[in-house]
């Protein structure tokens, strides 16, 4: 293989740090961004296994409580804010909205490079919170405990989690404008890709919900450096009032999470079934539904704190109206492939994952939104599986089937197929094993963010951290066989799954100028029944 | 070998079967649509597996398959939210004539006070067959009491009283364990709940029975010399305390305030917050002064005193 014959691309267009780190090419961007967040999903990871080593036995033998209670907190915040948050928005976002959009770049490339920088700098804080003793409030940092009580790094974290809040609403905003204003000739809203929607949707939050959230912690860094009197009793405050306002940013953020993925499935799913998505319109529209009735339900974080039953059951009731969108989605993927010509690459078989355990994920939120049951249910391990269903069978399975999707597009370079199924059912067999069992440790009655349990708990944490070794190995075996493809992975076409979409009919890599003429666009998404 | 494998916890308290019946519904529900997904996908991806020969058929968007999977799982919901509910409501409401039980919680146990004297750590004696109403106040952060085998939790929120009401039903020993995370040891934080006969219950009262908390009240409210002003019967300074624990009472903001566990509270923590209707807002605060347990001695000692008609 020699350079000589490569045409230019964004990756060769230009050598050097420089190049790289003041890049105001979104690739280029999106490149940075997906290393930094593969070094954080892997902290997050390690902490994720001290937890299941340390809860293969009862008494806690492993690590000492308040080092436990360090991970746990640490393995949230760092997968949340630092890996979920950003993972398909800043990297595929950021890669493939001016791609399939027909754009040159983003509306703002150097607010797209602050972001990043700001990402980092957040990063910083928190990892030097991290190295410096950590921090143990729990990801939620519920108050009066974070404000007055804990004596570990509040401040530092908050401040970290504060920063990289900008970098989340810059984002967003960039993507606003992008998707607004710079549409290729011909390509009206109703012919957008669904993964657009998506992110228009999640890029509504992330610029509506961010800045509570940074109201949040600024009152907590208030509370703790100067006794402000917010939040804790003792000083006047209530530490319900820290609740409304955490979860009114931190409900949304699952959407954040969890919709981009959808999108990506969208993607993947009519490609490798060669067809038009079924209801275009219903599955777009019901992002926006999501994004909207998402700012609604926050409350249902909080049944059993002690508010009002009557406000429990507005939002029980909103909390189930949320759910009806999910479950249009689902059943349009589902319809999607009826009459297809369906092939099972790697994208394809963690799309389909997705949808199996997306759908296991939102059907045992209903369990959550009913509220008799949520009281029996709330903070214990149901919950944990309910969440990780959605966040790591949901949208980790997004990512990886998105990554591997444009894999070829973002490198030039094929994964090897083979390696990539196998990974897909380790991954898919791995979670399921980790986190079912946890569903009955949840309704048995083992609370969450305990160290040590009662041993009646054990057969099911043996089978749990079993899983999550096999889950580990799973997602190893993706980060090995991608980094070997970038040397030695066969040469990607322009359009090696002969999908549809803009980014597909320009060069892999793409120019740093993406098309060499702006497309015009005809006809709608996913006609692949037009072109066979 | 055989290992048991646990699934379901025990039941031992009048709601928790009824809590049981609604998720099991919902476990059928969840599971009837997570299978309808996973056969239809299955199915697909064999039939319509590539292959030679046969090529994707293009399907139109069929509106009345989108209004039937809106429409079903409304429905369904519906009738999830309905009965949630509605449960939700009946569990809440306590029975009339549930004893009363003060639970205070502090990093990282649980303190118990029974009216009749008794005290305990980390563990909480009831009668079974009768209604338990819970009086709970937190220390210093929020903890969360709940029991499994009674499927009833309730947070307990530093700064005011939240309260959670059972009927055991089974003679036995159940976990007790504190579900809202609370610190270092919050795993510890971890105890029993013994259902006895009625019977043996009075016997274990009487049985080691320190000064009942009413008594304990009466003294801190002589320490704290609470009688110079609330002598017990009507003087210029303070309202009187006889008789009115459960009445409903005017304040001099002209709104109407029952005279309970929370008020009594409120009003020795931040006295002029609400001052009853012809007295003067001058009583000082007992804030860093008095702490949780004592608040609740103090409230039996009032309690004490003879109940208003209103129910408390």
Known sequence: MTHANVPENYLNASWGWRSWLLTRDHKRIALLYLISITLFFIVGGFFALLIRLELLTPAGDLVQAETYNKLFTMHGLI????????????????????????????????????????????????????????????????????????????????????????????????????????????????????????????????????????????????????????????????????QHLFWFYSHPAVYIMILPGMGVVSEIVTCYSRKKIFGYTFVALSSLAIAAL????WGHHMFVSGASPFAGMVFSMLSFLVAIPSGIKVFNWTATLYKGSISFDAPMLY??????????????????????????????????????YIMVGGAVMAYFGGIHFWWPKITGRLYPEVWARIAALIVFIGFNLTFFPQFLLGYLGMPRRYHAYPEEFQVWNVMSTAGASILGLGYLIPIIYLLWSLRYGRVATENPWNAMGLEWQTPSPPPESNFAATPIVTEEAYSYDIHT | MLIELPFWPQQASTVAGSVDVLSIFLTLVASFFSFLIFLLIFFFAIRFRRRPGLTATPVPTRLSLEVLWTAVPLGLTAVMFTWGSGLYLHNQQDPPGAMNIYVVGKQWMWTVEHLEGRREIGELHVPAGRPVKLILASQDVIHDFFIPAFRVKQ??????????????????????????????????????????????????????????????????????????????????????????????????????????????????????????????????????????????????????????????
Request: proline share 5%; charged share 15%.
């Open chain 1, 351 to 388: 799309a389909l994952g997705f949808i199996g355990l997306f759908t296991i994920g939102g059907l045992t939120g209903l369990f959550l939104a009913t509220l008799a049951v949520d009281v029996h249910v709330h903070d214990t391990y149901f919950v944990i599986a309910h969440f990780h």
């Open chain 2, 155 to 312: 947070d307990v929120v530093p700064g005011r009283y939240t309260t959670l009401w059972f009927e055991a039903t089974r003679i036995g020993s159940y976990r007790l364990v504190c579900a809202q995370y609370c610190g270092t040891r919050h795993s510890g934080m971890i105890g029993n709940v013994v259902v006895m006969e009625p019977q043996d219950y009075q016997n274990w009262l009487a049985n080691g029975a320190d000064d009942p908390p009413a008594k304990a009240g009466e003294r801190l409210f002589r320490t704290f010399s609470c009688a110079g002003c609330h002598e017990l019967q009507a003087t210029q300074k303070g309202p009187p305390l006889i008789g009115m624990y459960g009445k409903s009472v005017r304040m001099e903001s002209g709104e109407t305030v029952a005279f309970d566990d929370a008020y009594i509270r409120e009003s020795i923590l931040n006295p002029n917050e609400k001052v009853v209707e012809g007295y003067r807002p001058i009583m000082p605060t007992f804030r860093n002064q008095l702490n949780e347990d004592e608040i609740f001695q103090i409230i039996a000692y009032i309690r004490s005193l003879g109940a208003g008609d209103a129910k408390p």
């Open chain 1, 294 to 297: 998402g700012f609604l339900v």
């Open chain 1, 79 to 242: 997968m949340i804010f630092f890996f979920l948050i950003p993972s398909i928005p800043s990297v595929l976002g950021n890669f493939l909205i001016p791609l399939m959009i027909g754009a040159r770049d983003l509306a703002f490339p150097k607010l797209n490079l602050l972001s990043w920088y700001i990402y980092i700098i957040g990063g910083v804080f928190t990892l030097a919170a991290v190295v410096t003793g950590g921090v143990d409030t729990g990801w939620t940092f519920y108050t009066p405990y974070s404000s007055t009580y804990a004596n570990s790094n509040v401040i530092l974290t908050a401040l970290g989690i504060f920063i990289t809040g900008f970098s989340s609403i810059l984002t967003g905003l960039n993507f606003i404008v992008t998707i607004h204003k710079m549409r290729a000739p011909g390509l009206t809203w109703l012919r957008l890709p669904l993964f657009i929607w998506a992110h228009y949707a999640t890029s509504l939050i992330m610029v509506l919900g961010t800045p509570v959230l940074a109201i949040s912690i600024t009152l907590i860094l208030l509370e703790r450096s100067f006794h402000s009197g917010i939040f804790d009793p003792k000083l006047g405050g209530d530490p319900l009032l820290f």
